[in-house]
């Protein structure tokens, strides 16, 4: 019954659009800050002159309040509002200024697509098993040639793979060099309800998620400019302890994860909780107080009793004073979401993976733990595999940035891109193909 209930729920966040092409989303040619989860509504810091906005008498300072029909309370609003609209097609802008409420109906340009010198970008699309239209991206520096290749899978959040204008993280970058600096084909799938994908990937769930990676894959495989006994998976952050799994199910060359996690997703959040308590600066009583009281309890209810947050809170009011979560939403992503998550074996994919394995983790990468990088080790020699290596990256954080201390990257100090960082990967990729 539960598994029928989570399908319709996928079902409702869909908009299928069979047979036809992805429309290319809308570009706000603006610069939008999101200020909180209290008020409701972004706030636009600059406008580029000229756009639709600025034609339409939108101006600096205003609060957008709500998207067609979506309401923006809270930062999942936001992102689906933002990957929804599509471009040329009207969208109703509903805008605060002041005391006074407004809404006016634009038609916004297109994103400028992703390209690279020297390289062919394929923007294509594939269909999972659950009718979801998902936009892939391949890049080759030889269409006519057949090619090793990187399948990249991606981590937790409702955020777009495609590096367009602008967009210069250091996520992006390693994206970036990878593509053009690897020699390889390299392919990556937006998530339902990201990029130009349909859906909503506020309410998409892990099942749903995985098989759209797996629909990929097979579609990679079709390409005749691609050596489909040579395509290693590389997978960051959630990305990266998915990464044995579809290499064990579609026999690929080799596993490359970036900022894994090896125990249960109950068992993670604990930890990750302690961790954050004692970088805000609790005492050890403080911490101990708090994970009994509240983290427990609250992560007992979801993952092991498959309760929503505020079923949990309900029957535990003093929790509600140290979720600092929404009340259907963790990290932007449903309760169904974890708890399928949850009852997934990850641990056993490492134990019976046969390819080169190479794992990434970042010295000062506050949100994964080292010590389940150093059971993956320990895993792989338990089970006879012969070809294995654990690299700890000096002053690495979680999202590849270098920082004196991981207290510097949790409280969001600046730290700096290393480009040897992409380099290690690519070597890596090219060796297990060679």
Not at 145 to 155: D, H, S, V
Not at 214 to 235: N, R
Not at 240 to 248: D, F, G, I, R
Not at 395 to 404: A, F, K, Q, V
Request: charged residues 25%.
């Amino acid at each position: 019954m539960r598994t029928t209930y989570l399908f319709i729920a996928t079902l409702l966040c869909i908009q299928f659009t069979y047979g036809q092409e992805l429309a290319r989303r809308a570009s706000w040619q603006a610069q939008i800050h999101w200020p909180d989860n209290e008020t409701p509504g972004v706030v636009i810091e600059t406008i580029e002159s000229g756009s639709p906005l600025d034609k339409a008498g939108i101006r600096t300072g205003d609060r957008i309040i709500q998207v067609n029909d979506r309401k923006i309370l809270r930062s999942e609003d936001w992102s689906h509002a933002t990957y929804s609209i599509r471009a040329e097609e009207p969208t109703v802008i509903h805008v605060k200024r002041g005391p006074e409420w407004f809404e006016r109906k634009v038609k916004l340009n297109p994103l400028e697509k992703e390209t690279h010198e020297g390289l062919t970008t394929y923007h294509e699309s594939v269909v999972s098993d659950y009718g979801i239209r998902q936009r892939t991206i391949i890049t080759t520096p030889d269409p006519k040639a057949k090619l090793p290749a990187i399948f990249l899978i991606q981590g937790l959040s409702c955020s777009t793979i495609e590096k367009y204008s602008g967009r210069s993280n250091n996520w992006v970058k390693m994206i970036e060099t990878l593509v053009e600096q690897s020699g390889m084909v390299v392919m990556r799938v937006d998530k339902p309800g990201v990029g130009d994908s349909e859906g909503d990937c506020g309410c998409t769930d892990f099942i749903t998620e995985l098989n759209g990676y797996e629909t990929a894959l097979k579609g990679l495989k079709t390409k005749d400019y691609v050596d489909t006994a040579k395509i290693v998976v590389y997978g960051a952050s959630m990305g990266s302890a998915l990464a044995p799994w579809v290499a064990n199910r579609h026999n690929l060359a080799g596993v490359i994860s970036d900022g894994t996690f090896f125990k249960t997703w109950f068992e993670h959040m604990l930890e990750i909780e302690r961790r954050i308590r004692q970088m805000s600066g609790d005492d050890e009583a403080t911490i101990a107080s708090k994970l009994n009281q509240a983290f427990i309890p609250l992560y007992y209810g979801m993952m092991i009793q498959k309760k929503s947050y505020e079923e949990v809170i309900e029957e535990y009011p003093a929790i509600k004073d140290y979720n600092y979560h929404g009340p259907k939403h963790m990290y932007g992503r449903p309760m169904e979401y974890y708890q399928q998550l949850q009852d997934f074996d990850l641990a056993s994919s490492w134990e019976n993976v046969k390819v080169p394995v190479r794992i990434l983790y970042g010295e000062n990468d506050w949100i994964m733990s080292e010590f389940d990088n150093h059971m993956i080790m320990k895993v792989l020699d338990r089970a006879g595999h012969d070809d294995h290596e654990l690299y700890i990256y000096p002053g690495l954080d979680h999202w590849n940035t270098i920082h004196e201390t991981p207290d510097d990257s949790f409280h969001g100090r600046l730290g700096k891109w290393d480009p040897q960082l992409p380099q290690l990967v690519i070597n890596w990729a090219k060796g297990m193909v060679e």
